[in-house]
């Protein structure tokens, strides 16, 4: 394993359906971010874990948006009741938790969701 | 509250020339700063970044970045670019301690041959 993987790599749905994505970060990562990108914009936080316990979520994960984190390894993140405003790139990162500074994020390559 | 302006949404430049992205970032408390590329249909990978200690970082391919505290400005420089180096590049900003990256819109950089 070399890096952050996230399947699907790509999504089409229709508007009221749900969809899940999965991301499975670099091994020994224990913490796990989602972001959400859409288009011409920068990627946006929406929500991390340290290992199993989610510790931080963004205003922009409304209630119908759930991610797990069930073992402190992958992650899913669910969409309930898509609509098409949800139609982004959804991507993931993780990065060992640091003793002190900064570690750095890895990203995967992204779930890219079109509702229609 | 931070954030980050990258003015330029898309920068086009002939192969061989200079290029300068601009980033300018406001927040209230320390911060690191970095450049992310994005290559079409993959993940962002960190160019580089800066922590502390020098104001200028530099890459591995050439880039650098200049971390100006005054101006608040973290300009992406390389004075020579490639085909290759056809991109989207983001920059990103995060407060000591905090947990997560706020990115500017992002710059599109094309190289013309």
């Known amino acids: ?116 | 509250a931070q954030s980050v302006t990258q003015l330029d949404s898309q920068v086009p430049v002939f192969e061989e020339a200079p290029v300068e992205l601009r980033c300018n970032y406001s927040s209230s408390v320390s911060v690191y700063l970095f450049w992310y590329v994005q290559y079409p249909n993959q993940g962002l990978q960190l160019l580089l970044k800066y922590l502390s200690g020098s104001t200028l970082v530099e890459s591995i391919n050439g880039f650098e970045a200049e971390f100006n505290k005054s101006q608040t400005s973290f300009h992406l420089r390389k004075p020579s670019v490639h085909i290759s180096d056809t991109a989207e590049y983001f920059c990103a900003v995060t407060e000591t301690g905090a947990n997560n990256l706020f990115f500017g819109t992002g710059t599109r950089l094309t190289v013309i041959p």
């Not at chain 1, 890096?3 to 670099?26: A, E, L, M, W, Y």
């Not at chain 1, 979520?57 to 669910?78: C, I, N, Q």
């Open chain 1, 1 to 116: 394993d070399t890096g952050v993987s996230q399947n699907p790599r790509h999504k089409i749905t229709k508007r009221g359906q749900n969809v899940t994505f999965r991301c499975d970060p670099i091994s020994e990562h224990n913490r796990l971010y989602w972001y959400r990108q859409t288009l011409g914009q920068g990627p946006e936080f929406l929500t991390y874990f340290q290992n199993e316990a989610q510790l931080e979520k963004s205003r922009l994960l409304s209630d119908r948006f759930s991610a797990e984190r069930p073992k402190g390894s992958f992650s899913t993140l669910e969409i309930q009741r898509t609509e098409q405003g949800d139609s982004a790139m959804y991507l993931c990162a993780s990065s060992l938790r640091p003793d002190s500074s900064y570690n750095e994020q890895f990203f995967g390559p992204g779930t890219r969701l079109t509702v229609l």
